[in-house]
């Protein structure tokens, strides 16, 4: 079945630079890559996501690569702001299977 | 319109009870997802349900079952808890089933075992 190994598992940046979180797959059929951020308390929300048919994704401070030659996809943020602290989970799954998540990056925006 | 809501969100119980912890998906969406999240394990999928049939299945034990009825809510239920239980218990809606789809996350329902 599928695994989705996700890194680094915390993550320390200063307020303004950038983050960047690494996520391998095994499954060469997973075509559906969603990213979710959870902070304290709550449930983990869909920032975005992309699908297999694209390269890249952008929204607003918020991107997404895919690389389906080598399995790994890649989450960044730029110009960090304090809210956006969380856990980051990324994600792989196919049609008509279960979404597989990895382990989560806790992010933390230094002052 | 109304996000994924769980009740209750928190639940205390003695190892051997059972537990029932209920889902109400986002108004439209057909399919829920249950998952397990620990600080070990991270986000585990127990099941997905649609049409109040079970679509996908985790590998958890059968004391974890589910069902879902024909508006779309869904419960899960626990039996014979132990303490490794001790987790959030999380809810996703999504418009239809498969892992292809958006999925919406509830607030999830913290179940402690004593």
């Known amino acids: 079945g599928e695994n989705v190994e996700q890194h680094p598992s915390t993550l320390s940046v200063q307020e303004g630079d950038s983050a960047v979180i690494k996520c391998t797959y095994s499954d060469s059929a997973s075509n559906y890559f969603p990213w979710y951020k959870q902070e304290l308390g709550k449930g983990p929300q869909l920032i975005i996501d992309?699908?297999?048919?694209?390269g890249e994704k952008k929204d607003q401070r918020i991107a997404v690569t895919l690389n389906k030659t080598a399995k790994h996809f890649s989450l960044h943020i730029t110009e960090t702001q304090p809210e956006d602290s969380a856990v980051y989970f990324c994600?792989?799954?196919?049609?008509?299977?279960?979404?597989?998540f990895g382990k989560g990056t806790r992010l933390h925006i230094l002052p | 319109k109304a996000g994924v809501t769980q009740t209750p969100r928190y639940l205390i119980k003695t190892r051997g009870q059972q537990v029932t912890l209920s889902c109400s998906p986002i108004s439209g969406h057909r399919s829920v997802s249950w998952y397990q999240q620990t600080p070990g394990q991270g986000l585990q999928f127990l099941f997905e349900?649609?049409?109040?049939?079970?679509?996908n299945k985790g590998n958890f034990p059968g004391r974890f079952s589910g069902r879902q009825f024909s508006n779309s809510r869904s419960e899960m239920n626990v039996s014979t808890l132990e303490l490794g239980d001790s987790a959030l218990y999380l809810c996703?809606?999504?418009?239809?089933?498969?892992?292809?789809?958006?999925?919406?996350f509830g607030p999830g329902t913290r179940l402690t075992v004593t």
């Open positions: 994600a792989a799954s196919k049609a008509d299977d279960k979404i597989i």
């Open positions: 996703a809606s999504s418009l239809t089933w498969g892992g292809f789809y958006e999925q919406y």
């Open positions: 992309i699908r297999s048919n694209v």
């Open positions: 349900y649609f049409s109040e049939t079970q679509r």
